[in-house]
């Protein structure tokens, strides 16, 4: 083999250690995986380092000197490293790697050529780890420790192994030039440590959890592990016993030595019953099952078992032993039966009661089990017969039975038979029962009747749809019918005997609880009360309940029980609040659009003064020189213009004839925005929490208004908030809109919708006042403080956006507001483009408004952009110098509301004239004149005032180029 191809006395000392680290690897290996034992890991790596520090030494012997065979030494050297079942990872000091064999390439997954010449430490160690085993590579290069290691990598695959390592230095000329170390796979190992650990601390758990004290012992005898039911059973902690001798626990010490004596010959114990003591000097019974514990050779080790309490059950045996000659002669007085019964040799005693109860003479008959069977009526033999084997077969203590006798003179009477098993064998058997015959045949008969009459009473109070209930005169539940259980989904068992107010029904309210508690003493003195409750559902559902209470008397006088009737009338209550609701939603929506009517028509006329201001201010601007203090003033004067602008808008918006820029809208990115622009400026008591629920939060929408409703909300809620401080809280949820919902929100359309929630702590809102927040200019705020617009323009806002507004609050509870909007299927979201410069032109444009500070603020600076300008304030002249010359004008820009022609009276005239003449209509009112409405007529497009130089000269290029393009075409 080409293996061997080296100097003579190298291939033998290979051959030895080769043959070794394979034998000493597979038993390691072994070893480790099946007791998962780290000192056979390291055993077996350094048998594997000592084969490869051998290599290296040779291979740099021969490496360095001019022997003709050292090609074939360095083959030798590839294939013993490419024959290695371990990895094989040299690395330079940079942690590159510089040696790898096919090993270790096949635990990584990646190929030599796709790591040497790479950082080990940047490619296969995770990331979390890569700072700690970096330096402890450092720490290995300059102090040699440690050499044997564990570190998890990340194969290609991206799975996790563990390696354990052996690690060597590579010194050249005497210097440090790197590391050569030896690994093995331990995944499999580590994960069965893992699972058998957590096996371990289960069934430890599982031991701790049982009632019996668990135990294991020493062959001395000395506890090496037992439960926690020790403390419970005996006083002593865990602690406190373990390493002690079992014996402490024995009330007599040697007993211990009777139980190794039976385990010794038996190898197991079965209930053998034992005292031991507390810790506090007193005894206790107990029933011991042991057995021998022995090793994987078979050779005793200890003893283990389990130790149960027996204590209650021995008391009752001695009790009943010591009582059994007083019962048999108090029983000889009275018209009951004794009988005793060994059942397994059918010995048994009957009193002589036991016959003459039935009218027999006692010495007619054997004791023995059969003449109880032979007296038994025929149909009640076999199912009596069948419970004496279940008392047997099932280990019954104490039991009683229903069966029918034969009286001598025929004839059958009922008879009851009470018994305890007082003695059991070793395996559980019934050695001893003691019992008594009680003849109930008057007593059976007579509840007989009074069952029929339960039963046809019962069938009227279960069959009602009412809630009725049945109580003592302190209020105590006694009985209730099917109907008031369904309600509250429990058991009679949950309910009864405990204080009515105490109940489910009414465990929503405390105020609930002490009215009825106060009422039921009032009826208990003799009154007769009835009121409005609420109850609380099975499901969590408030229900209102017509309650009556009245007092039960018996004939003579004294007050037997208090009854209480209930009767649900939920639906009729939130029809009659569905009602109101809607009548006051529908008075507040004619007011609402009365007063957006008005705001419309004063924003419309307001919208001329500053478009005007504005116009003039801009031009104003370009004219005045930098540093000219005239400068600043028109400056103040645009700016204000534009302040008022924002005011028009918002009164536009509340009114909803604004303009909307709808487009699918992200809502979670704007509430982040505006939360993180917000806390810069909230004070240091207010604190602001998020929480993003929302899987889809898309919604068809004007972000800006989106913008401005978040703004306004988190605004006023951090003015409530800011003398006594608090948290804003923002939520942002799905939602469904159900018939249920709609009872909150019957402006909305049934389908998915995203909640958007804004909760504060501070002061509330008064009731006198809420009705009231969303009509315009009215505010709670100090005079100064705030327009009253705000929440107006939010409510407008919303209606255009299809949604809907609720505004929950309590004085000094703080104020929650929920706001829905119908959610849209998720899609990608349009990138908004940046501003260009503004354009200019050459063309001829006419242009017609009423308002003359408008046309020649606006001819200056059409006229400044490069175009020609004609205007006209009278809508008929404009209409005759376009008859007369239609070529001499590119465009027509008009205003809407003119006197004598409308601007869009006059748009059809002159489209009449020339249909490809384009138009721009300006006007004030959104919802007069959409975009449809307008390209209907056949106007290019529409501009609402107060327009700026930058919006209508954008407008006039984008329609001249689309036109010019049209004419290329």
Request: charged share 25%; hydrophobic share 35%; with cysteine.
């Amino acid at each position: 083999m080409q293996i061997f191809n080296g100097p003579a006395r190298y291939r033998w000392l290979f051959l030895f250690c080769f043959i070794l680290s394979c034998t000493v690897l597979v038993w390691g290996t072994g070893q480790v995986e099946g007791s998962g034992s780290p000192v056979n890991t390291a055993f077996a790596i350094c048998i594997i380092q000592t084969i490869i520090i051998a290599y290296l030494l040779i291979r740099q012997r021969h490496t360095s000197s001019s022997n003709p065979a050292l090609s074939k030494t360095i083959k030798f050297e590839d294939n013993l490293i490419h024959a290695a079942n371990t990895l094989i990872l040299g690395l330079d000091i940079k942690g590159n790697v510089t040696l790898i064999n096919p090993a270790a390439q096949k635990i990584t997954g990646y190929s030599e050529s796709e790591l040497k010449g790479k950082n080990w430490f940047h490619i296969l160690i995770p990331e979390g780890n890569y700072q700690v085993l970096w330096q402890g590579f450092h720490h290995f290069l300059n102090h040699g420790l440690p050499k044997l290691c564990e570190n998890q990598i990340i194969t290609k695959a991206g799975n996790i192994r563990t390696i354990s390592w052996s690690h060597n230095k590579i010194e050249q000329d005497g210097k440090l030039v790197g590391t050569i170390s030896i690994g093995i796979d331990i995944t499999k190992r580590k994960r069965a440590e893992k699972l058998l650990k957590e096996s371990e601390e289960k069934y430890k758990e599982i031991i701790d959890g049982t009632p019996d004290i668990r135990y294991r012992t020493d062959l001395a005898g000395n506890i090496i592990f037992i439960s926690k039911a020790v403390q419970r059973l005996t006083g002593y902690s865990v602690e406190e016993i373990t390493g002690n001798n079992i014996t402490r626990l024995y009330l007599y010490p040697k007993e211990r030595n009777k139980i190794l004596a039976i385990l010794k010959e038996k190898g197991v114990l079965s209930d053998h019953e034992v005292r031991l003591k507390r810790k506090g000097g007193s005894f206790w019974w107990a029933a011991s099952n042991s057995q021998l514990l022995k090793d994987q050779k078979g050779n005793v080790i200890g003893v283990e078992g389990i130790i149960r309490d027996i204590t209650r059950r021995k008391v009752a045996e001695n009790s009943l032993k010591k009582n059994e000659e007083r019962l048999r002669l108090a029983l000889e007085g009275t018209n009951t039966g004794l009988y005793e019964w060994y059942p397994e040799t059918d010995e048994t005693y009957f009193s002589p009661t036991f016959f003459t109860m039935l009218g027999y003479e006692p010495d007619m008959f054997a004791q023995n089990y059969q003449t109880w069977a032979d007296l038994l009526h025929p149909e009640d033999r076999s199912i009596a017969e069948k419970f004496v084997k279940n008392v047997n077969d099932e280990q019954m203590d104490f039991f009683e039975h229903r069966f029918r006798m034969r009286l001598k003179g025929g004839g059958y009477r009922w008879i009851l038979s009470i018994g305890s098993v007082v003695r059991r064998g070793k395996k559980g058997q019934n050695r001893r029962i003691i019992g008594i015959h009680v003849d109930i045949t008057d007593r059976k008969k007579a509840a007989d009747r009074l069952r029929d009459s339960e039963m046809r009473m019962r069938a009227i109070f279960d069959q009602t749809f009412q809630f009725m209930a049945l109580l003592s005169p302190e209020g105590n539940l006694l009985t209730q019918n099917r109907f008031s259980l369904e309600f509250i989904n429990a058991k009679e068992s949950d309910v009864q005997g405990k204080p009515f107010w105490e109940t489910p029904w009414w465990r929503h309210s405390e105020e609930e609880q002490v009215k009825l508690k106060q009422t039921l003493k009032e009826v208990a003195s003799g009154e007769y009360i009835s009121y409005e409750a609420t109850n609380m559902s099975a499901s969590g559902g408030l229900h209102y309940i017509d309650c009556s209470f009245r007092p039960i008397f018996d004939a003579g006088g004294e007050l037997l029980y208090l009854c209480a009737e209930g009767k649900d009338i939920t639906k009729r209550r939130k029809a009659q609040e569905a009602r109101k609701k809607l009548e006051k939603q529908l008075h507040q929506a004619q007011k609402m659009e009365a007063i957006g009517t008005l705001a419309g028509g004063i924003a419309h006329d307001f919208n001329n003064i500053l478009g005007a201001i504005i116009g003039f201010s801009e031009l104003a601007l370009e004219d005045i020189q930098k540093g000219d203090p005239a400068r600043y003033s028109v400056d103040q004067v645009s700016k204000s213009a534009f302040r008022a602008k924002d005011l028009v808008k918002q009164i536009l918006l509340f009114s909803r004839q604004g303009e909307q820029e709808m487009k699918p809208v992200r809502i979670t990115p704007l509430v982040k925005e505006v939360l993180k622009l917000i806390r810069s400026t909230l004070q240091k008591n207010i604190n602001v929490s998020e929480r993003v629920l929302a899987e889809n939060d898309q919604v068809m929408a004007d972000p800006i208004q989106i913008h401005q409703i978040i703004m306004n909300l988190c605004t006023n809620s951090a003015h409530a908030m800011r003398k006594t401080g608090g948290t804003l809280t923002v939520i942002l949820e799905n939602t469904e809109v159900d018939q249920d919902f709609l009872m909150e929100f019957p402006n909305l359309a049934p389908g998915p919708h995203l909640k958007l929630q804004v909760n504060d702590s501070g002061h509330g809102i008064p009731d006198e006042v809420i009705d009231n927040i969303f009509e315009p200019f009215f505010t709670t705020k100090p005079r100064g403080e705030g327009t009253g617009l705000g929440l107006s323009v939010v409510h407008g806002i919303i209606k255009s956006h299809k949604g809907d507004i609720k505004v929950y609050s309590e004085p000094d509870k703080g104020t929650s507001i929920h706001i829905l909007f119908p959610v849209l299927k998720k899609e990608r979201l349009a990138i908004a483009k940046n501003d260009r410069p503004i354009p200019g032109g050459t063309e001829h444009i006419l242009l017609v408004d009423d308002e003359i500070p408008l046309i020649e603020s606006g001819k200056t600076a059409l006229e400044r952009l490069g175009y020609r300008v004609s205007v006209f304030s009278d809508s008929r002249l404009a209409l005759e110098a376009f008859r007369k010359a239609p070529d001499e004008f590119d465009m027509v820009i008009s205003d809407k509301a003119m006197p004598h022609m409308t601007g869009l009276g006059l748009s059809k005239k002159i489209i009449a004239i020339d249909p490809e003449k384009p138009i721009i209509m300006c006007t004030g009112f959104g919802d007069d004149l959409s975009l449809k409405e307008a390209e209907k007529t056949g106007i290019a497009a529409v501009l609402y005032k107060p327009v700026i130089k930058r919006e209508l000269a954008e407008t006039i290029r984008r329609i001249f180029d689309s036109l010019q393009k049209k004419e290329f075409k």
